[in-house]
């Protein structure tokens, strides 16, 4: 008599529970890091906006503040504050740098930690 054996096919509960696990981490990352990517796209288009504005190398510093901060409130956006922005201003030369991070809580100890760098100049060096 001859038999053939079936080899079992197919995934383990275990196996089903650790891949599983692994998307819902994936898909919390995504959830809790996207707004923040979202926010400094933001900061990116006022500091692009500012840039285009005319005669703005012209401005004193609190106006340029003032400029920028109006943007930031238009657009909700709360993790830049004055501190991190810093304003270079001399005959017709402007430039703006905003330095900052976002930290996020993802669940229990784990957070995220962001960085961003921006910086615009505007007329001659």
């Given at each position: 008599?001859?038999?053939?054996?079936?080899?079992?096919?197919?995934?383990?509960?275990?196996?089903?529970?650790?891949?599983?696990?692994?998307?819902?981490?994936?898909?919390?990352?995504?959830?809790?890091?996207?707004?923040?990517?979202?926010n400094?796209?933001?900061?990116?288009?006022?500091?692009?906006?500012?840039?285009?504005?005319?005669?703005?190398?012209?401005?004193?510093?609190?106006?340029?503040?003032?400029?920028?901060?109006?943007?930031?409130?238009?657009?909700?956006?709360?993790?830049?504050?004055?501190?991190?922005?810093?304003?270079?201003?001399?005959a017709?030369?402007?430039?703006?740098?905003?330095?900052?991070?976002?930290?996020?809580?993802l669940?229990?100890?784990?957070?995220?930690?962001?960085?961003?760098?921006?910086s615009?100049?505007?007329g001659?060096?």
């Amino acid at each position: 008599m001859h038999t053939t054996y079936k080899k079992q096919q197919g995934i383990t509960l275990i196996s089903l529970i650790f891949i599983l696990g692994l998307i819902a981490f994936f898909t919390l990352l995504v959830l809790k890091v996207s707004p923040i990517y979202m926010n400094h796209s933001k900061v990116v288009h006022a500091l692009e906006t500012l840039k285009n504005r005319t005669d703005i190398e012209k401005k004193s510093k609190r106006e340029v503040w003032i400029s920028l901060n109006k943007q930031f409130d238009m657009n909700y956006i709360y993790d830049v504050k004055k501190k991190h922005v810093k304003i270079t201003s001399r005959a017709n030369y402007l430039k703006v740098q905003i330095v900052y991070h976002t930290k996020v809580l993802l669940f229990a100890n784990l957070s995220v930690w962001v960085d961003f760098d921006n910086s615009i100049e505007v007329g001659p060096k």
